[in-house]
């Protein structure tokens, strides 16, 4: 039988997704935060 931790659901993937692109939008932009410098 699985184990719950082992179980990843569709949504804790699609975090994790938006969170390597916020992640990869940080390093391009060298941490400098805002609605206008961040565009998808």
Known sequence: M?????????KQREDEAM?????AC???LKGIHGY???KV
Request: net charge negative.
């Open 26 to 28: 940080d390093e391009e």
């Open 36 to 38: 206008r410098r961040i």
């Open 19 to 23: 969170k390597l692109k916020i992640m």
């Open 2 to 10: 699985d184990n719950m931790e082992d179980v990843v659901s569709p």
